[in-house]
C-alpha cells in the first residue's frame, strides 16, 4: 500500500520526454563521489579482483574512467575558481 503522496513522486513517460531538461540525462560529479567509490570498493573483497586484473576487467576500466574524469572536473574547476580570485 502506498502513503499519501508516493504516487505523486512517479513520473509518467509523457512528462518525462516533454522535459526539455537534459541534465537529468547527463551523469553529475559530486565530490564525495570519489571518496564514496573508493572507500566502498577499498572496503570490499572485489578491490583486489577490480584492480588485479585490470587488462581484462571492464569494471576496473570503468572505475578507473570515472576516476579520471573526476579528477579532471576537479582540476579545472580549482583553476576556474584559483582565476577568479586572481582577478
Known sequence: MRAAGEQEA???????????????LQPTLN???LSNTINFLSGSCMWN???GNFENN??????MSYLELSM????????RIKQQREQ
Open 10 to 24: 512517479v513520473r509518467s513517460p509523457e512528462k518525462v520526454q516533454q522535459s526539455s531538461d537534459y541534465s537529468l
Open 31 to 33: 565530490k564525495n563521489d
Open 49 to 51: 579482483e577490480i584492480m
Open 58 to 63: 571492464p569494471e576496473a576500466k570503468l572505475v
Open 72 to 79: 579532471e572536473e576537479a582540476s579545472y574547476k580549482n583553476g
